[in-house]
T-cell receptor, first 111, second 112 residues
Framework: AQSVTQLDSHVSVSEGTPVLLRCNYS??????LFWYVQHPNKGLQLLLK????ATLVKGINGFEAEFKKSETSFHLTKPSAHMGDAAEYFC?????????WGAGTKLIIKP | NAGVTQTPKFQVLKTGQSMTLQCAQD?????MSWYRQDPGMGLRLIHY???????DQGEVPNGYNVSRSTTEDFPLRLLSAAPSQTSVYFC???????????FGQGTRLTVV
């Protein structure tokens, strides 16, 4: 059965420094992987997706993620954090018409 | 571009009451689903549908019913509300199960 583990419930970085949000997954097949973002009291927005093409995936707002099959990881990165990046981020794996969600990582940006 | 529309945005129910959360999409997506979001738990799948007339259970289906009579609409019914159903509910649609999901704005439900 597939599962998703987000390794940090909270990540705190200073504005202008790099962001790393970690995600590991387990899947029986070749998965589709996504990162979604949820700003406070808002809906969910797709940041980026991996669907077995290039292993380095670029998303919106300067985010990118690298699919590493050998490590079963799909970590999300951004070179320089902005205050507007403060939100909760979800790593998601998709198989057989079902999306399996990680518990989320809350990104805190310090001025 | 309406996308996925959920109503209501907020609802307070008394224990034992029933209600229906509405969800409609205008993108002609075959796949629709309902999730609940609780603190620290991400989103959990309640029910999903791969097309009109076809529904199936997700991870946490107890206490909820769904139907899919048209491609556009996928209502979620709470049969007899319980405090454990206090949550934020999201409806989503997509072309298929492995493609990008588009979400409604959510319904914050409180059961007292």
């Amino acid at each position: 059965a597939q599962s998703v583990t987000q390794l940090d419930s909270h990540v705190s970085v200073s504005e202008g420094t790099p962001v790393l949000l970690r995600c590991n997954y387990s899947s029986s097949y070749s998965p589709s992987l996504f990162w979604y973002v949820q700003h406070p009291n808002k809906g969910l927005q797709l940041l980026l997706k991996y669907t077995s093409a290039a292993t380095l995936v670029k998303g919106i707002n300067g985010f990118e993620a690298e699919f590493k099959k050998s490590e079963t990881s799909f970590h999300l990165t951004k070179p320089s954090a902005h205050m507007g990046d403060a939100a909760e981020y979800f790593c998601v794996v998709s198989e057989n018409y079902q999306l399996i969600w990680g518990a989320g990582t809350k990104l805190i940006i310090k001025p | 571009n309406a996308g996925v529309t959920q109503t209501p945005k907020f609802q307070v129910l008394k224990t034992g009451q029933s209600m229906t959360l509405q969800c409609a999409q205008d993108m002609n997506h075959e796949y629709m689903s309902w999730y609940r979001q609780d603190p620290g738990m991400g989103l959990r799948l309640i029910h999903y549908s791969v097309g009109a007339g076809i529904t199936d259970q997700g991870e946490v289906p107890n206490g909820y019913n769904v139907s899919r009579s048209t491609t556009e609409d996928f209502p979620l019914r709470l049969l007899s509300a319980a405090p454990s159903q206090t949550s934020v509910y999201f409806c989503a649609s997509s072309y298929g199960g492995n493609t990008e999901a588009f979400f409604g704005q959510g319904t914050r439900l409180t059961v007292v």
